[in-house]
């Protein structure tokens, strides 16, 4: 008999794709809980009772202060024990639209070498060069190299995108430098009509949203 997954789906203050993310994981043969992150905080719930950990799009926090920002504060100092534990067990955590800016702003992603987080903020979600919301279809190319699993078996997709501050920045070109050389990069925007074009190269407004 196959493994079911125990997959806690965080909601609360602003996350608004609880559901939905819920679903897909009951979808696809997992055990989802929605869980509020104050019952992990008060002790009521335990990441311990959990396989995978899930932290759903939406306006956490009304994106006060930044996309992400007081919800990843809040994971950081009020989870950090529960969360290196959890990464310890090589359990894996995803995050989706306001969930990546989430973990990005935890210090979980990218994250200091070996699997030990240290909850230092490396990166961040910045505006769009647009300086407004973008929502809009893109393409994404998947790397074939990287160790995410969210991404195994992926190649290529069209995809809607919304958010108002997507772009991903690091304190120098080095660090990104250092993600692509260790496939840290699971996805990128590509043109459709220019497939063959470098990896690297800074795709222009639409077909990046971001700028």
Not at 5 to 24: K, Q, R, S
Not at 43 to 52: E, F, K, M, Q, T
Not at 95 to 106: A, E, M, P, R, S
Request: net charge negative; charged share 20%.
């Amino acid at each position: 008999m196959m493994y079911v997954p125990n997959v806690a789906v965080l909601f609360g203050f602003g996350i608004n794709c609880d559901h939905e993310t819920a679903a897909v994981f009951d979808m696809v043969g997992g055990n989802s809980t929605r869980v509020h992150l104050n019952s992990f905080i008060s002790g009521s719930d335990s990441l311990d009772n959990y396989d995978i950990l899930a932290v759903p799009g939406g306006f956490s926090f009304g994106d006060h202060l930044g996309s992400g920002r007081l919800m990843g504060n809040r994971m950081r100092f009020s989870l950090r024990d529960e969360l290196t534990k959890f990464i310890g067990a090589g359990k894996p955590i995803i995050g989706i639209c306001n969930g990546f800016q989430v973990l990005v702003k935890t210090g979980l992603l990218p994250g200091p070498e070996g699997s030990v987080p240290d909850f230092v903020q490396r990166a961040s979600l910045t505006l769009n060069d647009s300086g407004r919301y973008e929502d809009r279809w893109v393409t994404l190319e998947f790397n074939q190299h990287s160790n995410c699993i969210w991404t195994k078996g992926m190649t290529k997709i069209d995809c809607p995108v919304r958010h108002g501050e997507g772009k991903y920045v690091m304190p120098d070109r080095d660090n990104l430098t250092k993600l692509a050389a260790n496939n840290q990069i699971a996805v990128r925007y590509i043109d459709p009509e220019n497939t063959d074009a470098e990896p690297d190269i800074v795709l222009p407004f639409p077909k990046s949203p971001n700028g």
